[in-house]
């Protein structure tokens, strides 16, 4: 993507501007009602408000209830100014995503196409706007021009620039069949030509759908995030009854006794303000769509909430071994000389038998012989040499230099040749061939005329730093299954240089759905990593399927996130930003639920010092006076959304560790430091506006 989705930056200035004008348009009662703990905040605000309004009008007022009009207008202001900084949270989380939307948006042009009039006549075409496309049409793309919609190759093969989707500077290639025949909207042809497939109408392409995901304002709630805005609605109803019952219990106590004052309705809004879960309540949306913005930086569009959630619950992982468990083509690992045959004889034939060789294994050749022994690069030119290129049939490739005809391909084959012309295997290299196959690994024989001169070990390089993250999976209870199309051998030694729990050999796509369905009728969430078509059952059967952007239509069809780097390792990046997101939710509500504790202490003693007068010894945190101590609460339930924000928008750190551990650690810093910090923060207040005279 762009700088702009890309930018690490929490806050801008303009998204700040716009946030606080937002949050100021959101005070209106019908977005206010889509919050239960805000709307009682809403409501407490316009009761006070119109007291304080009749004190203004008439200072004999009894709407007051005795209460001094400074203390009346105060309380009104820090109400509405937590509703306001509870709007902000998720309006700054919000603009944010717009940004990120504003930036996709760059990327989608209103081009111009070349429309295929007849199937089979590509060069007969017509110039058509993009948006006149449907689902169906073929479109010539050629060198320079723009992809006008998301599209399939049918024919040809074109190097494609696709930066301003991916934001990945190197050129990929694209080509009718296989898995690599998907075209993006808004993409650039670098090379030669393709006709393509349209598959997407107007203002349903890709683009568009990433667009519209990436729009915060769209984004529902997850069924995690129901559940725990039901609760918080339930706890603001047990304390509006609790405060609504109060006031006839203070009017029975005083007229029985004679003496004191009845609780003021203003006391009891801001009584039922701090108790109720205000801290979580004003943050819960902005954590959310927050999460999702985390997904985004890393390059990933979710489909949908749910997902993302899913993620952080996952204990199985499953992971592809091409390209995400090893680097997805195979090396050259080491030379293996035949008896009375030189390390370096070996290692310089076979190098130059894959001089020519172009492929990954043949160039991996060329670069372990003359990184071990020092041999300096060939001037192909100077050789006046005769390739032979490889060919299924015959298996072997190889090159005549004068009078040296040098062959490497599969054992079998290489023997079959030597043996024809009068030549013999030796028993040390059967032996060899039989145990890199053990290992895993691919032996590749090398033979100059009758004489075998030795074996190439090939394999595929598990990737460094694979098995320490698979390590930290384990910690955190989750499964890691290598999937692959290998036989059991070769699958085996490969799972275990890599550390993986378990694997699939010989998978298939009913293979990998069984599996799956295994899985999840014991009750675990799966994971999966896919992008070809024969993926698309096993991703559209995952808990989390997460489909490369290089893949198939029918793979980003079946999965619930896209990965516009297609990078199948990212699968595990993605595990641990939805449990990020849980880690938030959860650390930030057990800090607002805890912090009610520490509110009660300091409101209760006060809210009622005039009705029972006992009640003064419990307050313990010292407080200056009733009016100093409810506003000082009122002012700090206020003031810690503000100081939250950030954390609801970055998450916090998140750790590769067991749930158990997780959640002592969570209920010791924001559990306990919800109580403490609201006894320093209140003291701090009301000392403070003891210093102004306001006590």
């Known amino acids: 993507m762009n700088e702009g989705i890309k930018s690490n930056s929490l806050f801008d200035g303009a998204d700040i501007k716009e946030a606080i004008m937002l949050s100021l348009k959101r005070l209106a009662p019908q977005y206010q009602l889509r919050n239960p703990v805000m709307f009682l905040v809403f409501v407490g605000s316009v009761v006070t408000t119109l007291i304080f309004i009749a004190m203004l009008l008439d200072k004999n007022s009894i709407a007051g209830g005795g209460e001094p009009i400074w203390f009346v207008g105060a309380v009104t202001f820090w109400l509405w100014f937590t509703l306001i900084f509870a709007n902000f949270a998720e309006a700054i989380a919000e603009g944010r995503g717009k940004a990120q939307a504003g930036s996709l948006k760059a990327a989608r042009r209103?081009?111009?196409?070349?429309?295929?009039?007849?199937?089979?006549?590509?060069?007969?075409?017509?110039?058509?706007?993009?948006?006149?496309?449907?689902?169906?049409?073929?479109?010539?793309?050629?060198?320079?021009?723009?992809?006008?919609?998301?599209?399939?190759?049918?024919?040809?093969?074109?190097?494609?620039d696709e930066s301003a989707v991916t934001g990945e500077s190197a050129p990929v290639i694209r080509e009718s069949g296989g898995d690599r025949d998907a075209l993006t909207g808004g993409t650039r042809v670098l090379s030669d030509w393709v006709v393509m497939k349209v598959t997407s109408d107007p203002g349903e392409s890709f683009l568009d759908k990433m667009i519209g995901?990436?729009?915060?304002?769209?984004?529902?709630?997850?069924?995690?995030?129901?559940?725990?805005?039901?609760?918080?609605?339930?706890?603001?109803?047990?304390?509006?009854?609790?405060?609504?019952?109060?006031?006839?219990?203070?009017?029975?106590?005083?007229?029985?006794?004679?003496?004191?004052?009845?609780?003021?309705?203003?006391?009891?809004?801001?009584?039922?303000?701090?108790?109720?879960p205000t801290t979580i309540g004003g943050l819960l949306s902005a954590i959310g769509i927050s999460g999702m913005q985390r997904l985004i930086k890393a390059n990933v569009i979710a489909t949908?909430?749910?997902?993302?959630?899913?993620?952080?619950?996952?204990?199985?992982?499953?992971?592809?071994?091409?390209?995400?468990?090893?680097?997805?083509?195979?090396?050259?690992?080491?030379?293996?000389?035949?008896?009375?045959?030189?390390?370096?004889?070996?290692?310089?034939?076979?190098?130059?038998?894959?001089?020519?060789?172009?492929?990954?294994?043949?160039?991996?050749?060329?670069?372990?012989?003359?990184?071990?022994?020092?041999?300096?690069?060939?001037?192909?030119?100077?050789?006046?040499?005769?390739?032979?290129?490889?060919?299924?049939?015959?298996r072997i490739s190889g090159i005549v230099i004068n009078d040296r005809h040098i062959m490497k391909g599969a054992g079998d084959a290489i023997a079959k040749v030597v043996t024809i012309k009068g030549g013999n295997v030796p028993e040390a290299i059967t032996k060899k061939i039989e145990e890199i196959a053990r290992q895993g690994g691919t032996p590749l024989c090398v033979a100059e005329e009758d004489a075998i001169l030795g074996v190439v070990h090939l394999k595929d390089i598990v990737k460094p730093d694979i098995k320490a993250r698979l390590a930290d999976l384990r910690k955190m209870g989750i499964k890691s299954v290598m999937i692959t199309g290998d036989n059991p051998l070769t699958a085996a030694?490969?799972?275990?240089?890599?550390?993986?729990?378990?694997?699939?050999?010989?998978?298939?796509?009913?293979?990998?759905?069984?599996?799956?369905?295994?899985?999840?009728?014991?009750?675990?969430?799966?994971?999966?990593?896919?992008?070809g078509t024969n993926d698309a059952p096993a991703l559209a059967q995952s808990d989390v399927a997460v489909a490369m952007n290089s893949g198939t239509q029918a793979a980003k069809e079946a999965g619930n996130m896209v990965d516009l780097?297609?990078?199948?390792?990212?699968?595990?990046?993605?595990?641990?930003?939805?449990?990020?997101?849980?880690?938030?939710?959860?650390?930030?509500?057990?800090?607002?639920?805890?912090?009610?504790?520490?509110?009660?202490?300091?409101?209760?003693?006060?809210?009622?010092?005039?009705?029972?007068?006992?009640?003064?010894s419990l307050n313990i945190m010292g407080l200056t006076s009733p009016q100093s101590a409810i506003l000082s609460a009122v002012i700090f339930n206020a003031l810690i959304i503000i100081a939250l924000v950030p954390l609801a928008l970055k998450g916090v750190k998140y750790r590769a560790e067991s749930a158990s551990n997780m959640l002592r650690r969570n209920v010791f810093i924001y559990g306990l430091g919800g109580i403490i910090v609201p006894f320093i923060g209140i003291k701090i207040i009301d000392i403070l506006l003891t210093s102004v005279g306001l006590a």
């Open 304 to 394: 949908s909430g749910r997902a993302v959630e899913a993620a952080g619950d996952v204990n199985v992982l499953l992971l592809d071994k091409t390209g995400t468990i090893t680097f997805g083509n195979r090396q050259a690992a080491a030379f293996y000389p035949a008896p009375n045959v030189s390390d370096q004889m070996l290692a310089s034939a076979a190098r130059l038998a894959s001089i020519a060789d172009e492929t990954p294994e043949g160039r991996s050749i060329v670069v372990l012989a003359q990184k071990l022994f020092n041999l300096s690069p060939i001037d192909v030119k100077s050789l006046n040499a005769t390739f032979i290129p490889f060919s299924a049939e015959q």
């Open 213 to 276: 995901l990436v729009e915060s304002a769209k984004r529902q709630k997850t069924p995690n995030e129901i559940a725990l805005s039901i609760l918080l609605a339930m706890l603001s109803i047990v304390f509006l009854l609790v405060c609504i019952t109060l006031l006839p219990f203070s009017l029975f106590s005083v007229e029985k006794a004679g003496a004191g004052s009845v609780i003021t309705i203003t006391v009891l809004v801001a009584l039922m303000v701090c108790l109720i």
């Open 565 to 616: 780097d297609s990078d199948p390792t990212k699968l595990i990046e993605i595990v641990e930003i939805g449990k990020q997101l849980l880690m938030t939710r959860g650390a930030l509500t057990t800090f607002s639920i805890s912090n009610d504790l520490a509110k009660y202490f300091a409101i209760i003693p006060a809210a009622f010092a005039t009705t029972y007068p006992a009640l003064n």
């Open 493 to 531: 030694a490969i799972a275990s240089e890599a550390g993986v729990d378990d694997f699939i050999a010989e998978a298939t796509p009913e293979t990998k759905l069984k599996y799956i369905r295994k899985m999840q009728e014991g009750g675990e969430l799966v994971a999966m990593v896919g992008d």
């Open 110 to 160: 209103d081009v111009s196409a070349k429309k295929i009039n007849h199937p089979d006549e590509f060069e007969n075409f017509t110039m058509v706007s993009a948006n006149t496309l449907r689902k169906g049409d073929l479109v010539l793309i050629e060198a320079g021009d723009f992809v006008p919609s998301d599209g399939q190759v049918i024919q040809g093969i074109a190097s494609v």
